[in-house]
Nanobody, 122 residues
Framework: QVQLAESGGGLVQAGGSLRLSCAAS??????MGWFRQAPGKEREFVAA????????AYADSVKGRFTISRDNAKNTVYLQMNSLKPEDTAVYYC?????????????????WGQGTQVTVSS
């Protein structure tokens, strides 16, 4: 059974940092990513990473502030979030894709975690 378990969310002041983790179990995935959903908004792409070679993709809103990485031995993906802003407040979801390309659409991902809350205070 495939499971994605996120951790690391919390409350932080603007300008601060948080590191999210997502541990996958049940199988390995070529592509893993992060999405987020703020209150009253649709879920949006944040970042994705390929297992082999480590290619990455980021949403424009987080480029230069967030870094996605993975530890293949642990089957875990991370999202390092620096210089956080109040508009980064959202539930962050880990997702896994059965495919080759770095997908940025929700419909391209097949497995989802339960989400972890990130709140950035001003």
């Amino acid at each position: 059974q495939v499971q994605l378990a996120e951790s690391g969310g919390g409350l932080v002041q603007a300008g601060g940092s948080l590191r999210l983790s997502c541990a996958a179990s049940g199988r390995t995935f070529n592509i893993m990513g992060w999405f987020r959903q703020a209150p009253g908004k649709e879920r949006e792409f944040v970042a994705a990473i390929r297992r082999s070679g480590g290619s990455t993709a980021y949403a424009d809103s987080v480029k230069g502030r967030f870094t996605i990485s993975r530890d293949n031995a642990k089957n875990t993906v991370y999202l390092q979030m620096n210089s956080l802003k109040p508009e980064d407040t959202a539930v962050y979801y880990c997702a896994a894709r059965v495919g080759l390309g770095l997908g940025i659409g929700q419909h391209e991902y097949h497995y989802w975690g339960q989400g972890t809350q990130v709140t950035v205070s001003s």
